[in-house]
């Protein structure tokens, strides 16, 4: 696996949370949540993911849209999180550290692979 590649399994179930975080830190539109992600090592994370997620982020009240014309295109759908998305996100934040807390404990125990003399 590429360095910066990673098991996309394992940021799927995270990634709403991530999503959130990014449009708390700055009101965003897709591809610019896209490029953020991408600067932030997730190079593999593609469109087809993130506007999907947006979407039911959006669907679910999480985040709210509004439409900001743009001079290079059609007008920008910008993000940002509502007041049940900043509640999603502490939810999602604490949750996502004991998660980390208990699988890091068990994960970083040195395992002794079995010896293959004598197969």
């Known amino acids: 696996m590429p360095e910066n590649s990673h098991d996309p399994q394992l940021l799927k179930g995270i990634l709403s949370v991530l999503l959130l975080h990014l449009l708390a830190e700055e009101e965003s539109y897709g591809y610019d949540v896209v490029r953020r ?28 849209a509004r439409l900001v014309a743009s ?14 998305g900043y509640a999603a996100l502490s939810e999602g934040i604490a949750s996502w550290e004991g998660l980390v807390a208990i699988v890091s404990r068990r994960l970083l125990q040195p395992v002794n692979p079995p010896s293959t003399k004598g197969n």
Do not use: Q, W
């Open 37 to 64: 992600l991408h600067e932030m090592g997730l190079t593999d994370v593609l469109d087809g993911t993130v506007y999907p997620a947006l979407a039911r982020l959006e669907r679910g009240g999480r985040i709210t």
């Open 71 to 84: 001079t290079s295109g059609p007008a920008r759908k910008y993000y940002r999180p509502t007041p049940a």
